[in-house]
Structures are given as structure tokens and as C-alpha cells.
């Protein structure tokens, strides 16, 4: 009689020759055996990290707690009334809050706008034959208006930057626009500049020799007041300089 054929445990293509078991191909280990260990570290566990990376975020965490205390610690200064702790440091304060952090409100006695100033401005351009010709006046302060307008996160530019120029001009001149103070040429610059970076972004600044600057002012009245007739104030003529077109 032919031999018969015994199966032999540690033998045939589904056993492990390693375990002397059989391998369960359907879960890919020998029947019997433990289930794979899980990672020594759960990264999922505070517990479990080292202790160098809890120390660098515990010095993260302390940074930005103590950044943020000094931030307001400083607004907090520049918009109280004036005190003793703000006068000692207000030179470091002006330096912190301005121009990034600039609050243009006062704690308990805000300075509300009573006059609302609408910016014009227009230029000279100098063709290649050297003719000189003007434009038209073009209303900035509309500009700003209409990018604020329906806009739910309007940029701090738009709201502040031209009516604060305007600003940082009339507290450095006097009404006959002679220089009240040492940051008067400085003003003028900044005006200036802001004039000739509108027209640029309307692809208007090509030629431009001089811009020249009007402000019509008309006080807000109380409700049911009669409106009063707004003023106009028109500056003279500047002429740019190379570094307004950087």
C-alpha cells in the first residue's frame, strides 16, 4: 500500500516556522499569540512627552501670557487720562502703540469727531514736449468711503490713514498755512505722498510733476440742527519729489 501522508505540525505553507504554529492567514499571526504591542508613546498623552517639549511649550505659553499683559498694559496707558505713569513713559508708549497699534479713543472722555473733512486732490502732468497739463479733482476721501461701505472687515488704510494725514497737517500749520511746529515739512511729505500712491494704484501717476490738495469741512450738527455750509481749504501746489513714486 502506498504511505499515507501525515501533516506535521511546524510543516506546509500556512505554518510558522519560527512558532512551530500554525499562521492564521486570515489575521496574519500564529494562533495563540499575544496582538502587537502598542507604541511605547502615546503622542496623544501629555503624560507621555518629553519633558523638553513640555518645557518649551510651558515658555511658549508664559511669552505670549506676559506679551499679551504688556500689550494692554500699554493701551491701557495710552488711552487713560493723562497720569503720571503715562507721562513718565509716554515717549516708550508713543513707541509701542503707533503706527501698528494706534487708538484713536480716549477712556472715558472719547474724542468724537465733530467736523468731517473730504480730501480732494488733483495733479500736473508734464508731457515728453514739455507741456504742462492739470486734471481733474479727484475725491479721496469718496474713495475710502466706498471701499468701507459694505465691507464687513474694511481696512484700518481706508478708515484712517488719509483723515489722520489730514490730521498730522492741520497740527503742524497755522491757518495761512505757514509751519506751526518742526514736523511741518514732515506733514507735507506725508500728504503729498499719499496723493501721488492714489493715483498710482489708478495707473494715473505716469508724467506727474505736482499735486496740489483741497479739504472741504462740514461740522456734524446735532439731530434736528440746521446744517451748517461746509468751508473749503485749498493748499498750493507741491512738486513731487523722486522718492513719492517708491
Do not use: C
Amino acid at each position: 500500500m502506498p504511505a499515507q501522508e501525515t501533516s506535521v505540525a511546524g510543516s506546509g505553507p500556512d505554518a510558522d516556522p519560527d512558532a512551530g504554529q500554525a499562521v492564521d492567514p486570515a489575521v496574519g499571526r500564529a494562533d495563540g499569540a499575544p496582538p502587537p504591542g502598542k507604541p511605547a508613546v502615546d503622542p496623544e498623552d501629555p503624560g507621555a512627552r518629553s519633558p523638553r517639549v513640555q518645557l518649551v511649550a510651558a515658555l511658549i505659553a508664559v511669552v505670549l501670557v506676559v506679551g499679551a499683559g504688556f500689550h494692554l498694559l500699554f493701551v491701557g496707558l495710552h488711552v487713560a487720562p493723562d497720569n503720571q505713569a503715562s507721562r513718565k513713559y509716554s515717549e516708550d508708549i508713543r513707541g509701542w502703540i503707533n503706527p501698528l497699534f494706534e487708538q484713536n479713543w480716549r477712556l472715558f472722555a472719547p474724542d468724537i469727531l465733530a467736523v468731517n473733512h473730504r480730501v480732494n486732490a488733483r495733479v500736473q502732468y508734464r508731457a515728453a514736449d514739455g507741456t504742462v497739463t492739470e486734471s481733474d479733482w479727484t475725491d479721496l476721501s469718496g474713495d475710502d468711503i466706498a471701499h468701507i461701505q459694505g465691507n464687513p472687515f474694511p481696512s484700518k488704510a481706508d478708515q484712517n490713514l488719509l483723515r489722520r494725514a489730514w490730521d498730522f497737517y492741520m497740527d503742524s500749520h497755522n491757518s495761512d498755512e505757514s509751519a506751526a511746529d518742526n514736523r511741518a515739512d514732515l506733514s507735507e511729505e506725508y500728504l503729498r505722498r499719499i496723493v501721488v500712491k492714489r493715483f498710482q494704484a489708478a495707473g494715473r501717476a505716469d508724467g506727474i510733476v505736482a499735486v496740489q490738495v483741497r479739504v472741504v469741512s462740514t461740522a456734524i450738527t446735532p439731530p434736528g440742527a440746521a446744517p451748517t455750509q461746509p468751508t473749503v481749504r485749498e493748499l498750493g501746489w507741491w512738486e513731487t519729489k523722486h522718492d513719492d513714486f517708491r
